[in-house]
């Protein structure tokens, strides 16, 4: 990727640069459009070679469509300031950005096991492996930058199927109490039961949130309803971070996918699952999906030892042996250059 890049740079006396400040979209004829097409080709995302064209037709649409997917923007096929941006970034600026990812590879261990997970945090996505191959990529929600989702590796330790949800400290604190305190029925309608320390079962509307509040715990019955989904996969590590599903999958619609509290949720959980599991006849995914219809909590440990590696790749190699640029939701990227610059 990187040679290739540096060839693109040493063939291309200056970077076009897109200077209009109206969106662009399919049926425009302009100046600028030709611009989009030079550039579209540069990036090998438009194969027609006619660059003199001025007329924004469908081919142009598709190919920006692609750009824009590329490179974590929502793929309307429209030139607004965002894809702009992306267009007009310097050749120069998208090398260093892969030897920072460079870097980051460096990062993990030779070895990183016959079957193992990554999970791209800026890359919004989850990959399983098995003999250095790709099985399984999978649409992932990640940390929001308030709430990041933090790098490490660990072991996979088992396989819930049809979770409760036990509210960690931090979430119950900035997010369950104030919209309690607010709305009391929302524990009936949330499926949520409230304990003290003793174990007692607490009302919430007799509750003293403002002083007992964060001593109580906050736990939601198994189900669609609940925050995880109805699959669970457990890790080992001090950060209470798991895999999960999710009961609301409208956010996966979205390119950029930074919205969890650190967790992360998968779009399709029972996909991965039968992967853990070797996907043999008891727990095929049909056979996964007869286990959460009968509603009841299960645990299932994998046959073999899965490490979990969460990463933070803003350019990676994607679907089609295309480049992919993330928008770096954690700004990490100026960090590493700054790291990586020799002194002068």
């Known amino acids: 990727m990187l040679s290739d890049y540096r060839e693109i740079s040493k063939n291309t006396e200056e970077w076009p640069e897109i200077t209009t400040s109206k969106a662009l979209k399919q049926g425009d004829t302009q100046a600028d459009v030709k611009i989009l097409r030079q ?3 540069l990036h090998g995302d438009l194969e027609n070679d006619d660059t003199t064209s001025t007329k924004f037709d469908e081919e142009v649409g598709d190919a920006l469509r692609q750009f824009q997917k590329r490179h974590t923007i929502e793929p309307d096929g429209i030139m607004g300031k965002k894809t702009k941006d992306a267009l007009n970034q310097p050749i120069d600026n998208i090398i260093r950005k892969i030897i920072i990812n460079m870097e980051r590879l460096r990062w993990l261990p030779d070895e990183l096991g ?5 999970v791209n945090v800026a890359g919004y996505q989850v990959q399983a492996f098995e003999n250095s191959e790709p099985q399984l990529t999978i649409p ?3 940390g929001r930058p308030s709430r990041r ?3 490490f590796y660990a072991p996979l330790k088992n396989i819930v199927i049809n979770p409760s949800w036990g509210v960690p400290y931090n979430i119950l604190v900035h997010d369950k109490i104030p919209k309690i ?7 009936r309608r949330s499926h949520f039961t409230i304990t003290d320390d003793s174990g007692n079962v607490i009302d919430p509307y007799e509750a003293d949130w403002e002083n007992e509040g964060p001593r109580y715990r906050l736990r939601q019955s198994p189900g669609r309803h609940n925050a995880l989904g109805q699959i669970k996969f457990n890790i080992e590590n001090p950060y209470t971070i798991y895999l999960h599903g999710t009961p609301d999958g409208k956010l996966f619609q979205k390119t ?3 919205f969890s509290s650190g967790c992360i949720r998968l779009k399709t959980p029972v996909e991965l699952a039968a992967w853990v599991l070797n996907n043999n006849e008891k727990w095929s995914s049909d056979q996964i999906q007869t286990s959460i219809n009968k509603g009841s909590t299960q645990s299932v440990n994998p046959d073999t030892k899965i490490d979990v590696f969460f990463i933070y790749q803003t350019v990676w190699l994607g679907e089609n042996g295309l480049t992919y640029i993330s928008d770096d939701p954690y700004r990490m990227d100026p960090k590493m250059e700054k790291v990586l610059k020799p002194e002068s």
């Open 39 to 41: 550039i579209l080709a």
């Open 114 to 118: 016959d079957k193992h997970i990554i």
């Open 256 to 258: 950029a996918r930074a």
């Open 149 to 151: 989702t933090p790098l």
């Open 181 to 187: 305190m607010n709305d009391p029925d929302y524990v």
């Open 140 to 142: 992932a929600i990640v």
